[in-house]
């Protein structure tokens, strides 16, 4: 019987990555309605770091808030273009760590972001997510971004 346990485990981790492509793939490509089909109405999302632009750490509660996040990040901000680095995922939690560069609609500068989310599911349904990022910088190379560079530090 172990067998079939473990084979619906390794089905399930196939699936929650796919998902989780999926995910990735939609937020980029503006196909915000299409992703948010992947959280439930409840779903907590967690801002663990600082955000360059709009957004300070916190917590969103509920898919509606979370929806009108990303609404007004596009507002500001373009998305250019992603790269997945890495899925995990493992019963009920998966883990993604991608690279993505955005353009600043009012001023054209780009910046690289390397992100990480945290996921849980319940019901086939994601419930909490926990973002983490760090950038690059903006300009055409990260260094031309440090504060060290302009003299500030």
Request: proline share 3%.
């Amino acid at each position: 019987m172990q067998p079939e346990a473990d084979d619906r485990d390794e089905g399930r981790g196939r699936a929650l990555k796919r998902d989780i492509f999926a995910i990735t793939q939609l937020r980029m490509a503006g196909a915000i309605d299409a992703m948010m089909q992947y959280f439930a109405p409840d779903v907590v999302v967690h801002y663990r770091c600082t955000k360059e632009g709009l957004f300070l750490p916190g917590e969103l509660h509920g898919v509606e808030e979370f929806r009108e996040n990303i609404r007004l990040t596009d507002v500001e901000y373009e998305p250019l273009g992603f790269e997945v680095l890495d899925i995990l995922a493992q019963g009920e939690r998966g883990a993604v760590r991608w690279r993505n560069s955005w353009r600043q609609r009012g001023t054209g500068r780009v910046a690289t972001l390397d992100m990480a989310h945290f996921l849980r599911w319940r019901n086939g349904s994601i419930v909490e997510v926990f973002e983490y990022l760090d950038y690059h910088g903006w300009g055409a190379t990260a260094s031309e971004a440090r504060l060290d560079n302009r003299g500030i530090v």
